[in-house]
């Protein structure tokens, strides 16, 4: 199940250039943001469930329940979330620049975006996550929100 985003990741990215075409040159220059999408959407993918185990299970109410404040639960699991997520397609970064042909210093800078990038989506996507929890298909509706 943890695996799921990063082969949609990986996917997305050696896929893409069967779309554009081989151009190396091409490929090199629209790479980062072929990159940032492809994470964005892995990430979403593995958001939706973010709160819904927990909702199933009945854990969110004891979760609500205890004497912690319910943003410092909502930002640990915003944070292992990340840790499970995020940081493997941080640390897929590279081999995916190598398949676009991205020079070394264009990996750095897109690296340092997508360790910014991907826990800044998890906190905006959160209260999405929570409104759409109990609903069957509510990965969809996120996307929309």
Known sequence: DIAG???FFLMVITLFPLS??????????????IIQVAALLASLLALERLFRDDLQD??????MLLPVPLPAVVL??????WAVT???????SPLVALLLGMDV????????TL?????????LAAPGVALTAGLRRGGVLLGIL
Do not use: C, D, N
């Open 105 to 112: 210093y264009g990996w750095k800078i897109m690296a340092l």
């Open 58 to 63: 009945g854990s969110l109410e004891q979760l």
């Open 20 to 33: 554009v075409g081989p151009q190396p040159q091409l490929l090199a220059r629209i790479a980062p943001g």
């Open 76 to 81: 640990a699991k915003v944070l292992a979330h």
């Open 5 to 7: 985003p990063l082969w």
């Open 115 to 123: 360790l910014l990038g991907t826990p800044a989506l998890g906190f």
């Open 86 to 92: 995020g940081l493997p397609l941080i640390m897929l």
